[in-house]
């Protein structure tokens, strides 16, 4: 155990290598290998336009690459479907879209694997809140209570909801997209536990997608800076700052304006 | 049980998030109600029954609860499956031709040569192809539920009118078979009472009943989460369609003929203006099957008790109207403080 306790060193959750993306004449993504190793956190930031969602939305099986290769857990494979990404443990989580409003947090966290009475047809909501109860515990996840629709809660709470949900669900590559957008800095702190403690707990692996550098620099293991469909930056987040990024970003800026002089 | 039916969601008040403590008693009982919405339209149903006992002696007696009964039986037991249908996001602008074209099936059935209950069978199974046909219709070709049922109803009409060739029939049978479906005294509403505890049962206690919530609730986050929509909307498009058969067939036992421009577009309107003033809501996700049965309830009480009063059709349809809208509106605006977390 005691050699994967530096991270450089433990095995590759994901990883991809030299993917191509085009539509039509766009390359969207020209050449991008990334490495998540098991139970990082890699901040993957970038422009919009640079090519994050895209890249995001290959990994989730939404979009099929051109060329390049993706492995999960070491093997070599084709996402075709985002069922297909999500039977290897691939689990995206866009802000608390995937939300049912009207349904309470359990029924909602075990929506569509509801525990019923078996053999009988009724669902058996005593379990089902309990269970949905002691995994928001162990996850440090605070809400009023597991009864409560999910409208009434905070965006910072449904947040922490989704992402417990797909934990939940074994997921094992969590995919956040800006799971910290539109929120307080009460409610981002909330979020920031919960993906503290999930990798404390070191049973998933995740890529978050943010804008907020300092929150990346705070929370990620790694820091991947996608420009122009490529990754320009690769470096553990210790080993780097909020300024060395901004001057990063600053002078892609720079460039485009020197290039473009007259564009608003 | 009663309780727990009556919330969708069986929360017990004490587990709801605190109540501000800056509140007084009068607005948190307030809050409390509203959040039941059963119990608001429950009310509104009992203040009718008391303002027209005082004004009509002879609202409570046995003969008008009866008649009542039977302004409710049918409508309500169509309201449930609309209700679901709501739920889920879609609508059922056919059922009151369903209604007219099951009995008749029945009758046909019968004629051939068949038993009267095989003859029922056939016109719940025909119903439920109906329905089929809407659900089809609406989810493979993409067509607002709105405009594939109008189509259904209109084709439903000429159907029923071409096999009967428009003249009504005697409903066929006798003794206590007639009876239980829905000769007998109390016995529509009986079954009107099962339905809405079955649905109710289904939409409260199922996976089917979370699913249609979560479909009408959130389509593309129930799809995400693997909940088979398209399933869901066709399942409840063919319970709303076989319950309105079923309405249909008990109507044709109780008044013993079959008349093949009985229901139609009112009894659908009925429905469906029930299950609104009961809480359910057009955009989807929201709704209780008691609700709809509360708000055919109030709606059959005030149309009773206008009618004994001896107030006219006309005003009758003018209170229906503004009763429907401040009920939408209340609904909007219930959703919206529900969700800012101000109820």
Known sequence: ???????????????????????????????????????????????????????????????????????????????????????????????????????????????????????????????????????????????????VEVAKLSGGQRQAI?????????????????????????????????????????????IMIAHNYSQVLEICDRVNLLQHGTIAFDKPAAETSLDELNELVMREYREAATKTPTKS | MAETILSNDSTPETDLPPVPARKGLLPRLGSIILQQREASILVVAIVEVIYFQFASSNFITGNNIRTIFEFVSATAIIAAGEVMLLICGEIDLSVGQVFALAPFIMYFVNQAGLPLWVGIIAGLLASAVVG????????????????????????LTGITLTISQGFPVITPGKGNFNEVMGHGAYSEIVWAVLVMIVVQVILSFTRWGKHTVATGGNLHGASEAGVNVNRIKMGNFMLASTLAGLAGTLEAFRITSIDPLAGGVSIMFSAVAGAVIGGTALTGGLGTVVGAFLGVLAVSILNDGFTLLGVSAFTYNIILGVAILIAMILNVRLRIWREAGRL
């Open chain 1, 1 to 147: 155990m005691t050699e994967i306790t530096s991270p450089v060193e433990r095995p590759d959750a994901i990883r991809t290598e030299h993917i191509v993306k085009r539509y039509g004449a766009v390359m969207a993504l020209h050449d991008v290998s990334i490495r998540l190793r098991k139970g990082e956190v890699l901040g993957l930031v970038g422009d919009n336009g640079a090519g994050k969602s895209t890249l995001i939305k290959i990994l989730t099986g939404f979009v099929q690459p051109n060329s390049g290769e993706i492995y999960v857990n070491g093997e070599e494979v084709k996402l075709r479907s985002v069922s297909h990404a999500r039977s290897l443990g691939i689990e995206t989580v866009y802000q608390d879209l995937a939300l049912v409003s009207e349904l309470s947090v359990y029924h909602n966290m075990f929506l569509n694997r509801e525990i019923r009475y078996s053999p009988l047809p009724f669902l058996n909501n005593r379990k089902m809140r309990e269970q949905a109860r002691n995994h928001l515990k162990r996850m440090g996840v605070s809400i009023p209570s597991a009864d």
């Open chain 1, 162 to 206: 989704a992402i417990a949900r797909a934990v939940y669900t074994d997921a094992k590559i969590l995919l956040l997209d800006e799971p910290l957008a539109a929120m307080g800095a009460k409610e981002g702190a909330l979020i920031l536990d919960l993906i503290r403690n999930l990798k404390a707990m070191g049973e998933v692996s995740m």
């Open chain 2, 132 to 155: 089929l046909f809407n659900g089809i219709v609406t989810v493979w070709f993409k067509i607002p539920s709105l405009i594939s049922t109008l189509g259904t109803q209109f084709l």
